[in-house]
């Protein structure tokens, strides 16, 4: 069975395959087992669909398969819609040394966006934080929030997603604020469904003066 890392290199290729298409060249007909059949099969479902035939709900050609469900997820079939969450109630704004942030936007869902044709998906779900930060001091800030967490109510943590933070989310998070500087921040983890479900979670941002949670529940 695939590890994490290669289930997403396999998702974002075959994302790759259904929203931009490839070369014949660039893709060989695989001959090998596990992920490779997984690709071919994927790939001839798309060319089916390219030509006009509807997307099969459950295609025999990955039926069986323990990479299908991300294969299809990948390809677009099945995909759950998008799922915004709720703000928590109060939501007021925190300092993290001279910079206030504030919660602006929560969504889950199994796939990231970028630029152009690159997409990237998983069978656990990208949780996607949107902050409104503004330096209110005199003085430029530099912080770096690639340090940022969700912590769960019994102390699990996850730490921002690397690969759909490329993708889709704000970069770099090593920056410098100029004095009342304002603009959003996208922050990108992947977790499992089930920790969505937690009550207790919140996000943790680190700055010279100590941290900050933010809940998000």
Known sequence: ???????????LLAATLVLGGCKEESVPDYGGTGDDRTLQKLRQEVDRVNQGGRPSQGPEATRGDPNA??????????VPAERTWELPSPNEAVRLDTLSVK???LEASHSVKGSGKVSLTSEDLFFRVQL??????????ALDLDGA??????????????????????RPLHRTWAPDERTDVVLLFELPPEALRDDGLHLLLQGSGGDVRIPLK
């Open 1 to 11: 069975m695939m590890n994490h890392r290669a289930s997403a290199s396999v998702a």
């Open 69 to 78: 469900n991300l294969a299809g997820l990948a390809a677009g079939i099945n």
């Open 103 to 105: 919660l602006t936007g």
């Open 132 to 141: 409104l930060t503004q330096n209110v001091g005199g003085a430029p800030l």
């Open 149 to 170: 967490k969700l912590f769960g109510a019994q102390g699990q943590s996850y730490g921002v997603a690397r690969d759909a933070q490329v993708v889709g989310g704000t």
